[in-house]
């Protein structure tokens, strides 16, 4: 069973759950907190996934939420672009941002 997670941005700020923001799109920014390898969307007052327009708005976003540290993730589509299987492992670049 997975574990109990916090979904919206005030609780997690207050908790202090690894929060990890994914480049999607070159304009969708979604953000998603970890416990161990379970990954959970974050979502808003509504329930609705909480996604940014650019990373900009969305580390601004974390940061006035209180949000002190997030890794941002950006996975490559390259070798889906040109047609190659990705068979050396894993393209994503991953940074860790003190905000």
Avoid: C, W
């Amino acid at each position: 069973m997975a574990p109990s997670l916090e979904k919206t941005l005030e609780k997690i700020a207050v908790s202090g759950a690894r929060i990890e923001v994914h480049a999607v799109d070159p304009m969708i920014y979604l953000v998603f907190q970890r416990t161990h390898e379970h990954l959970e969307p974050v979502v808003d007052a509504s329930g609705a996934t909480l996604a940014f327009r650019s990373r900009y708005a969305a580390l601004a976003a974390l940061r006035d939420a209180g949000v002190q540290e997030l890794e941002f993730i950006h996975r490559s589509a390259y070798g889906e672009m040109v047609g190659i299987d990705d068979q050396s492992g894993s393209n994503e670049f991953r940074e860790r941002v003190r905000l």
